[in-house]
């Protein structure tokens, strides 16, 4: 089971090309939660923004499936900036998509013998 979103670069150039006067900014956590300037707005926006979207997405899986006791691991390039802003309960792996196609590998090898 799965759900692919868009992540935060995706989200940051879709904000920043559709506008005409909102600055360019780093992928990084703002200095508060509500921003006092575009940068910090922007920033926060984007991090607690996907925190909060995968906290829900989690809890509405956990609600569907009747069950508080499932595995959920964040995973892509920016998952450590965002995972310490996530309430549910997760594992964090950055790796998990080369583990992968690694996995998929050695089967596509073994066959192949």
Do not use: W
Request: with cysteine; charged share 20%.
């Amino acid at each position: 089971m799965a759900i692919i979103a868009p992540g935060l670069t995706t989200s940051k150039n879709a904000l920043i090309s559709r506008t005409s006067l909102l600055p360019q900014v780093e992928l990084e956590l703002p200095t508060k939660l509500i921003g006092t300037n575009s940068t910090d707005s922007i920033k926060s926006g984007l991090i607690f923004g996907h925190a909060g979207m995968i906290d829900g997405i989690v809890r509405r899986i956990k609600n569907q499936i009747g069950s508080e006791n499932i595995p959920v691991v964040i995973t892509g390039g920016h998952a450590k900036l965002i995972y310490p802003h996530c309430s549910e309960k997760m594992d964090i792996d950055e790796t998990l998509i080369i583990k992968g196609l690694l996995l998929v590998y050695k089967r596509n090898i073994s066959k192949s013998r």
